[in-house]
């Protein structure tokens, strides 16, 4: 099983300078290089503080400049935002820029925050629609000369210009939930992205039973790859565990609130919970964080990851986004690379 970094430029207060989140951020991409994880993940986001990310091509293209080894992948590009032509062109030139290291993730997107602004009235039915429509379009517009007529899209004769680096086009990673998702990734030849909410192991392992059968559904396709990927914390001792699961559980009301988009966002930054918001959340803890995340000491962490390792997942993404300082993230991840990876090597 590889390791991978999954990180995003976080601002949880309006007295955080945006360059300073910015180097912090491209900071542990770095130690990510170093420490030998084979990927680094950015998504994309829009008009949210909570996760700064309007173009994860353009971090990418920074990070080639920052990074020797690592992978460099869109954890994800939003597909209802792109037209087929423009993501197949941006893409690709993000592949010859960093000298084929591209990594192409792709999802439908979660936020109804984003959806008003960006594609007003879609819902998530027809953005997993446009999604479907994207993918097959941006492989075929690498391969060049490719006309399409499709539901969201037409155009005539078009190729991608310029056209990757890497022969075929970049691997393509699906986010996948639902059985149809699974299916549709696979049938496409495309890897698959998955990420337990709320359900710990059990949706772990369910997540894998979906991606199997999507598998022996699609026997004919050659079986692609699948990451897990999941928030995680390292912990120096038993006692950093308890803080660890009470800062991730903070962070997780805090999405849950930009997810439900009902509370005022002003100047990018969502209305504060309060302590009473948080601890009378119906289903987030911090014992449930500690039940459902990967939170622990170093020994803890591998015992874990062995598990799902013998589920048959690919690649482990440390998902970093916590609002932790950026101290506690750094030496958290510090401790992966040196004390838990050496397991699997």
């Not at 920074?62 to 869109?74: F, Q």
């Not at 037209?83 to 592949?95: C, K, N, S, V, Y």
């Not at 097959?136 to 007529?149: F, R």
């Not at 049938?187 to 949706?203: A, F, I, R, Y």
């Amino acid at each position: 099983m590889k390791f991978s970094l999954f990180a995003h430029m976080e601002r949880i207060s309006a007295a955080e300078d945006q360059k300073r989140l910015y180097d912090e951020f491209v900071e542990l991409c770095k130690i990510a290089d170093r420490g030998g994880m084979h990927a680094v993940w950015t998504g994309e986001h829009h008009g949210m503080n909570f996760t700064i990310a309007p173009n994860p091509m353009l971090n990418l293209v920074d990070l080639a400049r920052h990074t020797k080894n690592v992978r460099l992948g869109t954890g994800t590009v939003i597909a209802p935002f792109w037209h087929p032509i423009r993501l197949a062109g941006e893409a690709a030139m993000t592949d010859i820029i960093t000298e084929g290291r591209l990594e192409l993730g792709i999802a439908r997107g979660a936020y109804e925050f984003e959806y008003e602004r960006l594609m007003p009235g879609m819902d998530a039915w027809e953005a997993g629609q446009r999604l479907r429509e994207v993918v097959p379009a941006v492989k075929a517009l690498w391969q060049g000369d490719y006309a399409h007529e499709g539901e969201f899209h037409q155009f005539p004769k078009t190729t991608s210009a310029p056209q990757p680096v890497q022969e075929g086009g970049p691997p393509i990673w699906i986010a996948a939930r639902d059985p149809n998702s699974h299916e549709f990734a696979v049938s496409q030849g495309c890897n698959v992205q998955v990420t337990p909410l709320w359900k710990g192991d059990e949706e772990v392992a369910d997540l894998m039973g979906k991606f199997n059968a999507a598998c022996e559904k699609h026997a004919d396709q050659p079986r692609p790859k699948i990451m897990l990927l999941q928030h995680t914390y390292v912990a120096e001792d038993a006692a950093d565990v308890k803080r660890g699961a009470e800062e991730l559980n903070r962070f997780y009301c805090y999405f849950g609130a930009w997810f439900m988009n009902k509370r005022e966002i002003t100047q990018g930054l969502i209305e504060p919970l309060t302590d009473e918001d948080i601890a009378a959340h119906p289903f987030y803890s911090p014992e449930a964080m500690e039940r459902d995340l990967v939170i622990g000491t170093p020994e803890a962490v591998i015992e874990r990851l062995k598990g799902y390792e013998a589920l048959g997942y690919d690649e482990y993404s440390f998902w970093i986004d916590s609002s932790m300082s950026f101290e506690r993230k750094k030496a958290s991840l510090e401790r992966f690379i040196n004390e838990v990876m050496p397991a699997f090597a």
